[in-house]
């Protein structure tokens, strides 16, 4: 069976939405071989850290924010709250180009962090802490 665009196209959203290299698609021998290539994590989670965590692990990174430990995609989800701290998961899917639970599991772990926190409901607004 050939691997179609649709498919090759998915496979390499997929590896962004992860925050992972572009695969390497490659056709051989009437096939196609497909690599997927790992995040590199930073050397002092190998070393004792701790481990399980988001892909790409931690980067510690300053911003207008706050300074705790966070992955690239965490800030740009922080950043897009800050410009419009009503939206809703679902638009933040949308601007971000990720699944809806793929948000969910960033927003998790700001909450876990201390870095965001909801008030209200789901018509509620999101609130950063400044604190940190």
């Known amino acids: 069976m050939m691997l179609g665009v ?11 939405e992860a925050e992972l290299p572009e695969p390497e698609i490659i056709k051989k021998e009437g096939g196609v071989q497909v690599t997927i290539f790992k995040a590199i994590l930073p050397v002092e989670l190998i070393a004792g850290g701790p ?3 988001p892909m790409g692990g931690p980067i510690e990174k300053q911003s207008a924010f706050h300074s ?7 800030v740009e989800v922080l950043e ?3 410009a419009n701290t009503k939206i809703s998961r679902r ?3 949308e601007q971000l180009s990720i ?3 793929a948000v969910q599991g960033h927003l998790d772990l700001l909450k876990e962090k201390g870095v965001l926190s909801r ?13 940190n």
Not at 68 to 74: D, G, I, K, N, P
Not at 119 to 131: A, D, M, Q, S
Request: some cysteine; charged content about 20%; hydrophobic content about 40%.
């Open 119 to 131: 008030k209200g409901g789901t018509r509620g607004i999101w609130v950063i802490l400044e604190n």
């Open 51 to 53: 481990m399980g965590g």
């Open 99 to 101: 699944n809806v639970s």
């Open 80 to 82: 897009i709250i800050k």
């Open 68 to 74: 705790v430990s966070l992955s690239t995609r965490q």
């Open 6 to 16: 649709p498919y090759t196209l998915k496979i390499i959203s997929a590896c962004k």
């Open 91 to 93: 638009k933040l899917a």
